[in-house]
């Protein structure tokens, strides 16, 4: 009777060891394939991190240059160039040449 439920129970610790193998198996194959099937969005994602990446540096290099642009807009040399070169206008005491020549 003793050496009977011995034998029971290794044969019930021997399908306890064997069910955790397969379920340990099965869990292991899932997240496989889950991994598998998610990898084209992760990847997707990936490029578009990327592309984001780019723009980033592209607006914080155009930002950098309206700063740059912000700082000179109000200085006497930038407002003299632009009222020379989009208005014609000139200061009173500058000396102006003209080309008379007539290669055009």
């Known amino acids: 009777m003793i050496r009977l439920k011995q ?13 955790l193998v397969w379920v340990v ?15 084209p969005q992760i990847k997707q994602y990936e490029a578009e991190i990327e592309e984001l990446d780019i723009k980033i540096a592209e607006e914080k290099e155009r930002q950098t240059e309206i700063d740059d642009l912000r700082e000179k807009v109000n200085t006497d040399e930038y407002i003299e160039k632009i009222a ?3 208005l014609g206008l000139v200061k009173s005491n500058a000396k102006i040449f003209l080309d008379i020549s007539d290669e055009d």
Do not use: N, P, T, Y
């Open 7 to 19: 034998m029971i129970s290794e044969l019930i610790s021997k399908h306890k060891k064997g069910v």
């Open 84 to 86: 020379s070169e989009k």
């Open 25 to 39: 198996i099965l869990a292991s194959g899932s997240m496989i394939f889950r991994g598998a099937v998610q990898r």
